[in-house]
């Protein structure tokens, strides 16, 4: 496990924003932390990445515990934050420069590391073009080669997509796969977007700082959605009736076999999964 998390809590003075959450991350895995606004996520992820130092119990990454061990967490990780950290007015490799020198590369390393990120991320069309003339996608695509320039074996991605229309989400999706299967780095989500954290490896939902619910996609489906089968009938009756599972549907088009014009089932999605599992209106300390 890359990650472990146990007990883990913390309080801002009289508000306590994480109530003792447990969870592991698989190394390789890609992994979700889900949500509403106000649910614990940015602080969870905060202690994480060593920008927070927890109130108690335990949480490592790679090994190194984060308050105690934090440069050799930071170290393993790269973190795409919701907001850019690059310079507007410098171009995207002199930007990449920048950034690699603070993680003390000078030189040919230096040149070896921001050419891999720009290759990586495939942002050699325009590396050389100022930050602040590039589109939203285009810009994403930088922020996160400026996370891979140390080569981290954990990537944090606060809400990367978030604000993209749904093509420059699908081609920021397309480039994080071929980086994992490339260098296979553990990813660690959190989005508003349950169809990307559909693809995920494991899942966990929390809701005002305790954990909801952990499993893998279908798990969660399983247990906490249901399908929905649709029959149109010859007659122009229609039937809707919610099953378990799509297995279950079998008996139900037996029964009106002779009589069905057309038949729809309707898999339960994370949106569901989401929704059963989280409160309107959480805003206490995100």
């Excluded at 472990?4 to 003792?20: P, Q, W, Y």
């Excluded at 119990?57 to 934090?70: L, R």
Aim: hydrophobic content about 35%; charged content about 30%; overall charge negative.
């Amino acid at each position: 496990m890359i990650v472990r998390v146990n007990e883990l809590t913390k309080s801002f003075d009289d508000v306590i924003a994480l109530k003792g959450i447990s969870f592991e991350v698989r190394e390789g895995s890609l992994f979700s932390y889900l949500g509403t606004n106000g649910a614990g996520k940015s602080t969870t992820i905060n202690i994480l990445t060593t920008l927070l130092r927890k109130t108690s119990g335990n949480a490592s990454v790679g090994g190194y515990d984060v308050d105690k061990q934090p440069d050799n967490v930071r170290n393993l990780i790269g973190v795409v934050f919701q907001e850019s950290v690059l310079d507007k007015l410098l171009t995207v490799r002199e930007n990449l420069k920048i950034r690699a020198s603070l993680y003390g590369l000078s030189g040919s390393k230096l040149n070896t590391a921001v050419d891999r990120a720009i290759k990586l991320t495939d942002i050699n069309e325009f590396a050389n073009r100022p930050y602040k003339k590039l589109s939203g996608g285009m810009r994403r695509r930088c922020d996160i080669a400026r996370a891979l320039l140390h080569e981290p074996k954990l990537l944090f991605l606060d809400e990367p997509t978030t604000g993209l229309d749904p093509k420059t989400r699908k081609d920021i999706w397309n480039m994080i796969r071929e980086l994992r299967e490339t260098t296979g780095m553990t990813v660690f989500l959190t989005t508003h977007y349950m169809e990307e954290a559909a693809e995920s490896d494991d899942i966990v939902v929390i809701g005002r700082g305790e954990i909801k619910a952990q499993g893998t996609p279908l798990e969660l489906k399983t247990k906490y959605c249901t399908d929905l089968i649709k029959l149109t009938l010859k007659s122009g009756e229609y039937i809707e009736r919610k099953i378990p599972t799509t297995v279950d549907a079998l008996p139900i088009i037996d029964e009106y076999r002779e009589d069905i014009f057309n038949v729809e089932i309707i898999n339960g999605t994370m949106d569901d999964v989401f929704l059963s599992l989280t409160e309107a209106g959480e805003n206490d300390v995100d």
